[in-house]
Nanobody, 125 residues
Framework: QVQLVESGGGLVQAGGSLRLSCAAS????????MGWFRQAPGKEREFVSA????????YYADSVKDRFTISRDNAKNTVYLQMNSLKPEDTAVYYC??????????????????WGQGTQVTVSS
């Protein structure tokens, strides 16, 4: 498995921006797809964004498309989520996750076998 540590969460006003980072260790980071999920109070954990091993293919939930951008730096074993034009409904704990080796089901939570501890994002209106 891989160890994942998220950072960059915080409190921001609606319309503002945040950049989340996820540092990975423990296995060959560059071989695996990575994803971001989020969970709001009382709701299921939901897919936000993902990308393949080299970042050439990216995937987004409709709710964040054109506002969020996922990227990775394999030399730094880090994946990022740039979040712009934030809305109060983006408030949640954001989790970084590593996709099972060989899987291409980027939007399916069960296809991820390593998770970070989460970072809180709060967007005030």
């Amino acid at each position: 498995q891989v160890q994942l540590v998220e950072s960059g969460g915080g409190l921001v006003q609606a319309g503002g921006s945040l950049r989340l980072s996820c540092a990975a260790s423990g296995r060959t980071f560059s071989r695996y797809g990575m994803g971001w999920f989020r969970q709001a109070p009382g709701k299921e954990r939901e897919f936000v964004s993902a990308l393949n091993w080299n970042g050439a293919s990216t995937y987004y939930a409709d709710s964040v498309k054109d506002r969020f951008t996922i990227s990775r730096d394999n030399a730094k074993n880090t994946v990022y989520l740039q979040m712009n034009s934030l809305k109060p409904e983006d408030t949640a704990v954001y989790y970084c996750a590593a996709l099972k080796y060989g899987s291409t089901w980027y939007t399916r939570r069960v296809e991820y076998d390593s998770w970070g501890q989460g970072t809180q994002v709060t967007v005030s209106s």
